[in-house]
């Protein structure tokens, strides 16, 4: 009996709020036609003493709302992955690691700053080392403010004098203070065009990249960085371990 009444309680809170515990919105009217004012008194006065005795009842109707909220953005979530896959599957061969030819293609959004992305970056390498049939697709997105826009900049520029990973790498590896005296310095030791670098920074065409990424990470609702999309089977986002990793890539592969 008590979990009749629990199952009904359920569906009831589910159209109730939370407090007044009295019907509202479009379903009124059909209340009506169904129950009258007695009936309804009784099966509002069978859920608050339903609560009294068990007031997991509560828990659970919030918890089941979450999760069907949370579905329903997850459904959301790949749908615009699906739609946006052709754009967010591709790069500039430099942003490419792993496999090029690869079978699945995961793709990351990174800030160069964001302290999860740094924290994740070994973990990927340990991940494409092991996992050859992986295609990565890297968008550096600036999401952290000034300083995370500078460097993002002197990835894709140092990107057009064939220095993107070595770039990124160092900029993502070191806790220097950021700037351009600095970015100048990172350039010097790469062996760049100091003049050239400067200028595709501030260029059309690192804006345009930068400008993309972005785009595309509000296509499919990036919150923050790392996020990882596994082909179009799954959105992962945070810093993951590798067992994560593999158990996504696993989804990603049965599609």
Same mark, same amino acid.
């Given at each position: ?37 007695? @009936?309804?008194? $009784?099966?509002?006065?069978? %859920? =608050?003493?339903?609560? !009294?005795?068990? *007031? ?69 390498? @340990?991940?494409? $080392?092991?996992?050859?049939? %992986? =295609?990565?697709?890297? !968008?550096?997105? *600036? ?113």
């Amino acid at each position: 009996m008590k979990q009749r009444v629990k199952s009904f309680s359920l569906a009831v809170l589910a159209g109730l709020p939370v407090m007044g515990l009295s019907f509202v919105g479009t379903s009124h009217a059909a209340d009506e036609a169904v129950f009258n004012e007695k @009936q309804r008194a $009784a099966i509002v006065q069978i %859920v =608050r003493e339903a609560l !009294k005795t068990d *007031p997991s009842i509560l828990s659970d109707a919030i918890q089941s709302i979450r999760q069907q909220a949370s579905s329903q953005q997850e459904a959301h979530v790949k749908a615009a992955v699906r739609a946006n896959w052709q754009a967010l599957s591709t790069a500039p061969s430099y942003a490419v690691r792993g496999n090029p030819q690869g079978q699945v293609t995961v793709v990351e959004f990174l800030d160069p700053r964001c302290t999860y992305c740094r924290h994740m970056a070994p973990v990927v390498d @340990q991940f494409l $080392a092991k996992h050859t049939d %992986v =295609r990565l697709v890297e !968008k550096v997105i *600036p999401v952290l403010g000034d300083a995370s826009l500078l460097d993002a900049q002197a990835i894709y520029a140092a990107a057009f004098q064939g220095q993107y990973d070595a770039m990124r790498r160092r900029l993502m590896e070191e806790t220097a203070k950021p700037g351009m005296a600095h970015l100048r310095d990172v350039a010097k030791s790469l062996k760049l065009d100091v003049a050239r670098f400067e200028k595709d920074m501030k260029g059309p065409a690192v804006m345009a990249l930068l400008a993309a990424n972005l785009g595309q990470a509000q296509s499919v609702g990036v919150q923050g960085t790392p996020t990882f999309l596994f082909g179009q089977a799954a959105v992962a986002p945070g810093a993951l371990g590798m067992e994560q990793m593999e158990q996504f890539l696993e989804a990603a592969r049965k599609g």
